[in-house]
């Protein structure tokens, strides 16, 4: 991953990577366009796709190609970066969420079924991802004295989470309608945005409008059974 230095969070836990306009206003259309109108699944506070499909009970893929419009050029570019690099499988899964204004996610951590690189693109909408250190004291009953980072995701951005970033924080998407109080000594990625001058002429506010996450992993158990049954195997 040596060509991703350049974009590594300054402040945040490591190892944190942030890349402002990885992907073109074109190619973000081209992806919004292609999502699947039919197969959303409705939570209480978002709704989601998992491509090519939900792990099983026992957080197992059943091995199926992602499609065209989820590979290239967003893992085509991965690929170069090296992004990927070292994990069993290369991309194989994709989570697709939505959020609207007043929506977010409980702070979590993706845990132990996939390989411990994620790596986001963010389409429409910018927002702040909340991470905070994992208490280690299990007497602890809260996250007093953890350190916490703002992570601002602009539209087109790529964030790459993994090491201790992946395994030893939380991370979590307020439920609020705005985002304020942004600036270089609060935003963890300030230096590294790409267009920190709107959110200055914002008065350090972020209105949330519709945004769409790709979170793209590498699932750890895979089984290959769809694809025999489907007659997709490659062997
Ligand atoms: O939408 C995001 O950027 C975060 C998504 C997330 O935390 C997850 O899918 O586990």
């Given at each position: 991953m040596g060509e991703m230095e350049q974009y590594r969070i300054p402040n945040a836990p490591a190892s944190m990577f942030y890349i402002h306009d990885f992907i073109t206003e074109e190619q973000e259309g081209t992806i919004r366009q292609s999502i699947p109108a039919n197969r959303w699944v409705s939570l209480s506070h978002r709704r989601l796709q998992a491509v090519p499909a939900r792990l099983t009970a026992t957080n197992t893929l059943l091995a199926s190609p992602l499609p065209t419009w989820l590979t290239v050029p967003v893992v085509t570019r991965f690929n170069d970066l090296g992004i990927f690099e070292g994990s069993p499988h290369g991309v194989n899964h994709c989570l697709i969420n939505e959020y609207l204004p007043a929506q977010g996610i409980m702070p979590h951590e993706d845990g132990g079924a996939y390989h411990p690189v994620v790596a986001t693109v963010s389409l429409g909408g910018s927002i702040v991802l909340d991470v905070t250190e994992k208490v280690q004291d299990a007497a602890a009953s809260n996250q007093d004295g953890a350190g916490s980072w703002r992570i601002l995701q602009e539209p087109r951005s790529l964030l790459v989470t993994t090491g201790a970033a992946y395994n030893d924080t939380l991370?979590?998407?307020?439920?609020?309608?705005?985002?304020?109080?942004?600036?270089?000594?609060?935003?963890?990625?300030?230096?590294?945005?790409?267009?920190?001058?709107?959110?200055?002429?914002?008065?350090?506010?972020?209105?949330?409008?519709?945004r769409i996450s790709l979170t793209y992993r590498d699932v750890k158990k895979v089984s290959r059974i769809s694809s025999k049954l489907f007659g997709k195997a490659k062997g």
């Open positions: 991370h979590g998407i307020a439920d609020v309608t705005e985002d304020h109080d942004l600036n270089g000594h609060t935003v963890a990625n300030w230096s590294l945005l790409g267009n920190k001058q709107f959110i200055e002429d914002h008065q350090g506010r972020n209105e949330r409008t519709v």
